[in-house]
């Protein structure tokens, strides 16, 4: 049989290496298809920010970031203040949780989100709006509504 392995020995795998091709990006313009409005319901914790921060998530409207992926929906808009600094225990997240990081920008979790999260969730997306979420494109806008009673 073939010699037995030896440090510096290299085993050929697929074809040689190749230089990747250049690729010139376009901007991502801002998509078609207009605002996008989701219906929520406050809470968990909307008790750990100042109570202008709940008026604004529902008042303003929110651009999707690029940074956005399957797991979250990072959003552009203004800040959301907390009214309790510090930061509180995991505990178990749903899809559709909007969760608010220390800088105050709404992080709104989709299909492959965490399963814990230690920020405070402001407010949550009913169920039957997350499959619209999911098409929502960087750069496209939102608003949130409170669902009904």
Do not use: C, K, N
């Not at 509180?88 to 709404?106: F, K, T």
């Not at 989709?110 to 230690?118: I, S």
């Amino acid at each position: 049989g073939p010699a037995p392995l030896a440090v510096g020995d290299v085993l050929p795998a697929g074809p040689a290496p190749a230089a990747l091709p250049h690729v010139d990006l376009a901007p991502v313009r801002t998509p078609a298809g207009g605002e996008v409005v989701l219906r929520v319901v406050l809470g968990p914790r909307d008790d750990w920010f100042v109570p202008e921060a709940a008026r604004r998530l529902l008042a303003e409207p929110w651009t999707v970031g690029q940074a956005s992926d399957r797991v979250g929906m990072r959003l552009d808009g203004p800040a959301l203040g907390r009214a309790v600094d510090g930061e509180l225990p995991s505990e178990g997240m749903v899809p559709g949780a909007v969760q608010v990081p220390p800088g105050g920008r709404p992080v709104l979790f989709l299909a492959d989100h965490p399963v814990t999260g230690g920020y405070p969730v402001i407010a949550v997306v009913l169920r039957a709006d997350l499959d619209l979420a999911a098409q929502v494109r960087p750069g496209q806008t939102l608003r949130f509504r409170t669902a009904p009673s």
